[in-house]
């Protein structure tokens, strides 16, 4: 399974853009890249996967570089209900692997 | 459909007390993790099942932990004796292989306090 390295927590006002960058140095070929979001007292969802370039959703954006061996989640004008924890996962969507959550980073979005 | 269910929401038990967590997994999904979490360490995953059968089971802490999964529609996990350390919040996720995704989907959680 690809490791995977993000920044431990960010601040960030209302109204900014927001960009959460994770490193994967090591990730498959046939790895896609998914992240999640966690509220207090909940379990994660599910927000955005990709596999290379850019994928935009209702939610957020997700910047893949040609290598592959980071990505960037970017989130356009938080409010103060995106205050949550993000998890970048690699792994084969398709394959029968377990799935394991690192630290995550903590985003506290201010008045 | 009505999600990952998980009950109970809450528990509170005494050191040496037995404790059951359930789940029902979503409808048609073949896969089924149970999780931990805790702020000193995180979302940590303790075992996972395809099909009713655990695969891999190496993140259980040690031998008081156990995990069921008698059907498609229904797990437990169990803890006996339980202890202070056991505190945290339990999660239960279910996923169905061969969509397009593989997400996850996660219950509310059962939070579990250990006096």
């Known amino acids: 399974l690809a490791k995977t390295t993000q920044p431990i927590s960010m601040d960030s006002y209302e109204g900014q853009e927001v960009n959460i960058t994770c490193s994967h140095n090591?990730?498959?070929?046939?790895?896609?890249i998914t992240w999640y979001q966690q509220f207090p007292s909940q379990g994660p969802r599910f927000i955005i996967q990709?596999?290379?370039t850019k994928v935009t959703n209702e939610v957020a954006s997700l910047f893949i570089p040609a290598d592959r061996k980071s990505s960037t989640l970017s989130l356009p004008r938080v409010s103060l209900s995106d205050t949550a924890v993000y998890y970048c996962?690699?792994?084969?969507?398709?394959?029968?692997?377990?799935?394991?959550f690192g630290t995550g980073t903590k985003l506290q979005v201010i008045p | 459909d009505a999600g990952v269910i998980q009950s109970p929401r809450h528990e509170v038990t005494e050191m040496g007390q037995e404790v059951t967590l359930r789940c029902k997994p979503i409808?048609?999904?073949?896969?089924l993790f149970w999780y931990r979490q805790t702020m000193m360490r995180g979302l940590e995953l303790l075992i996972y099942?395809?099909?009713?059968?655990?695969?891999?089971d190496s993140g259980m802490p040690e031998d008081r932990f156990s995990a069921k999964m008698p059907n498609a529609s229904f797990s437990t996990l169990k803890i006996q004796p339980s202890e202070p350390r056991d505190s945290a919040v339990y999660f239960c996720?279910?996923?169905?292989?061969?969509?397009?995704?593989?997400?996850?989907?996660f219950g509310e959680g059962s939070r579990l306090t250990v006096l």
């Open positions: 996720a279910s996923r169905q292989l061969g969509t397009n995704t593989g997400e996850l989907f």
């Open positions: 090591n990730i498959a070929t046939n790895d896609y």
């Open positions: 990709g596999y290379k």
């Open positions: 996962l690699v792994g084969d969507p398709g394959g029968y692997q377990k799935v394991t």
């Open positions: 409808s048609g999904h073949d896969y």
């Open positions: 099942f395809n099909n009713n059968v655990p695969i891999d």
